[in-house]
């Protein structure tokens, strides 16, 4: 299989992540298989792990490639959105994909696009550049987590992976992948395969478990179940322990070393995850959560992590989501709530998102500097107060900021 470029005819990368960028989602595999066709089909030239659901998926699947890479594999993780840096998406043994094969593989893919007069999205050109990096990088696994989906997702041109997995399935996307969870799963089972064995959570809803095994029989997959434990895990909050939970299944099942498990699941950290930005004076936390499985997620945390503390909940969403859902889960632990617009055209108006909100302490900023600053006056009032980051991934940017208005804690 041939994977190097054939014309390096240098293309500057963000110029053409806004060229494809402007196709927004487009449903269907016949671009995305077109695509890695011509490529030499590198999806099907390593072993893969593929990972959908509703959350837990980008922690499953770092925790699991954490794992392999314990175990002495070479492993690729291809995990979506990014946080911090476009090349986070694209790793090795954890290594981010080097700025050199970022430019060689993205002119392979755009002059094999442009060979074949197809036009591909943003996520097909990750999914692809993804398939060929692990490639040519000679891993033995890649873990692969889908988009948003499952049967129409561009990761699902993998032939026959090594595991599926189906994290806890909720109500999200719902106007692209269905309106009840029942479709939902049926949509995000797209990726079991005829004989692949699939794991998924004890905790899984009644309706999606009911869905899955319905498919399972039919395909003659073997279902594990996770089960229940306390696991020493990084990552914090009740829902990681059930995330971790499928983590262990699956790499029991994979055969690995129980010390390469729980080395895994002590030293996994991610952004965007109930991520602690600074420690104290004042605590502050990002977590990117944006439904309602994820809002009551970070209400519990907060009530078992800090009980009785003032939090002012910084929140920015995107308008497609489900905001009322996010927030009538979270708001009963929040003190005082701040609106703020994510860094993307599919931003909520502060003013819009403060709308939803009945608590009397409740400001919209549509610019983040006067919310920052808010943020430092509100802190200065309330010196037992913490500060909560929430709502999207594409609050990222704001993250710095933020932390930059208050000074170091003291050694």
């Avoid at 914090?236 to 790499?251: D, E, K, Y």
């Avoid at 895994?264 to 991520?275: D, M, Y």
């Avoid at 004042?282 to 009785?308: K, S």
């Avoid at 929140?315 to 009963?332: E, F, H, N, T």
Wanted: with cysteine; aromatic share 6%; net charge negative.
């Amino acid at each position: 299989m041939s994977i190097l470029p054939k014309n390096d005819r240098s293309v500057d990368i963000d110029t053409y992540l806004q060229s494809v960028r402007k196709l927004g989602i487009l449903p269907g595999l016949e671009r995305i298989r077109a695509l890695c066709a011509s490529l030499g089909n590198p999806q099907d030239a390593v072993k893969t792990i593929h990972v959908a659901g509703t959350n837990g998926k980008g922690s499953v699947c770092t925790m699991i490639a954490n794992a392999l890479t314990n175990s002495g594999h070479i492993v690729g993780l291809y995990t979506s959105p990014p946080v911090y840096r476009f090349t986070a998406q694209f790793q090795v043994n954890g290594a981010e994909i080097s700025s050199q094969n970022l430019q060689s593989l993205t002119n392979r893919i755009r002059c094999t696009a442009e060979s074949l007069g197809i036009q591909v999205t943003e996520f097909e050109f990750c999914t692809a550049l993804a398939f060929l990096h692990f490639a040519a990088s000679g891993c033995d696994y890649a873990v692969i987590e889908t988009g948003m989906g499952g049967a129409g997702d561009a990761t699902n041109i993998i032939a026959k992976p090594a595991l599926t997995i189906l994290t806890e399935i909720s109500l999200d996307h719902m106007g692209w992948l269905g309106s009840d969870i029942a479709a939902i799963t049926r949509e995000k089972c797209g990726i079991l395969k005829q004989g692949v064995p699939c794991i998924t959570s004890y905790a899984q809803h009644p309706e999606a478990l009911e869905v899955i095994q319905s498919v399972c029989a039919n395909l003659g997959c073997e279902l594990l179940r996770s089960e229940p434990g306390l696991w020493e895990c990084a990552l914090a909050g009740a829902h990681m322990q059930r995330n971790a939970a499928i983590v262990v299944c699956a790499c029991r099942r994979l055969g690995l070393p129980e010390e390469s498990i729980a080395a895994a699941l002590r030293e996994t950290t991610l952004p965007g995850r109930l991520e602690t930005l600074r420690d104290a004076d004042p605590t502050i936390l990002y977590d990117a959560g944006h439904n309602a499985a994820a809002g009551a997620a970070v209400a519990a945390y907060l009530q078992e992590r800090f009980p009785g503390r003032a939090i002012l909940a910084l929140c920015g969403m995107c308008r497609d989501k489900d905001i009322a859902a996010y927030l009538s889960a979270l708001l009963p632990r929040v003190t005082a709530f701040a609106t703020v617009e994510p860094v993307t055209s599919r931003a909520c108006p502060a003013a819009e998102l403060a709308a939803f909100s009945e608590i009397p302490d409740t400001r919209a900023f549509p610019v983040f500097a006067d919310a920052a600053a808010y943020a430092k006056s509100w802190c200065a009032l309330h010196t037992d107060g913490m500060i909560l980051l929430c709502g999207s991934f594409y609050l990222a940017p704001f993250a710095a900021v933020l932390r930059s208005c208050f000074p170091a804690p003291a050694a």
